[in-house]
């Protein structure tokens, strides 16, 4: 069986995929000092509770964190016995091309978002990815990166607020019923979630008319179903989308 993982720079996605589906997945706070003992103690725990066999043979992992993944790498040799493959490292094939300035480090969860996307939706996509920061990647008509935009997350926007201005307090993230608000914490929930809409529908206009063709647009991450309530401009939510592009990382590398 393959374990995939998924270290944001939030949370780290724990998947399980037994090579036809995923048979669960479970989140942890991303953090740096968690040891490889402590990653199994928990995994096995959550398994055995849901029936699991804990045969894992395969391990990929895709991080944002550099300093995570070392830990992930023991958790891999010392109990699964295997060498895991790390998305980003140059040993790792993609299947598709990276077409961004020499020498530019792309995220490794921007990389497995386009192959995930390019393998269910074809070419010519922007994928709007909801995480820590707010990603706009843009998967050429072949399936290769080229670029995109990177700006900052809903929840960071909110905690900077919160923290930069003593008299607003922190909210919770929620599609207002009206945009004109009458108290502090409705103006602030209609500034976050309508601004942020004018964000997307913003941006992603740009990329398409600098793209110069017709592109679909694809929405993962925790908070896309909720911005997709504001907009048509989403052809497809895609909440595990990152999960099913490592799988296909996996196994074009098991094959090569």
């Known amino acids: 069986m393959l374990l995939t993982v998924d270290v944001g720079n939030t949370n780290t996605v724990f998947a399980i995929h037994d090579g036809t589906e ?31 066999d804990m045969r894992i043979d395969r391990v990929i992992i895709s991080s944002v964190v550099p300093q995570v ?18 998305v980003g490292k ?9 077409r961004v300035d020499e020498g530019t480090l792309v995220g490794a969860d921007r990389l497995v978002n386009t192959v ?7 070419g010519n996509l922007i994928v709007v990815d909801f995480g820590t920061a707010t990603t706009f990647d843009v998967v050429d008509h072949d399936g290769a990166y080229i670029g995109g935009v990177i700006s900052p997350g809903v929840n960071l ?20 019923d009206k945009v004109i608000g009458t108290n502090t914490v409705a103006c602030m ?9 004018g964000l997307i529908e913003g941006i992603c206009d740009k990329i ?3 793209h110069g063709t017709e592109m679909k647009i694809i929405g993962t ?27 296909l990382i996996e196994a074009q590398n098991r094959s090569n």
């Open 22 to 52: 995923f048979l669960s997945d479970w989140r942890c706070e991303t953090v740096h000092q968690r040891t490889a003992d402590e990653y199994y103690v928990w995994l096995m725990k959550l398994m055995e509770l849901q029936g699991i």
């Open 69 to 86: 993944v070392f830990n992930l790498r023991v958790l891999s040799d010392r109990y699964f016995n295997c060498r895991p493959i790390v």
């Open 90 to 98: 140059p040993d790792c094939k993609l299947g598709v091309d990276v």
């Open 116 to 122: 995930g996307a390019y393998d269910r939706y074809g």
């Open 157 to 176: 926007s909110i905690k900077a607020l919160h923290e930069a201005a003593a008299a607003l307090p922190h909210i919770d993230v929620t599609q207002p």
């Open 189 to 197: 929930q209609t500034g976050v979630f309508w601004g942020y809409i």
């Open 208 to 210: 398409r008319a600098e």
């Open 221 to 247: 991450g925790g908070l896309a179903t909720l911005f997709e309530r504001g907009t048509k401009l989403f052809d497809a939510i895609d909440n595990d989308l990152t999960l099913h592009g490592l799988v």
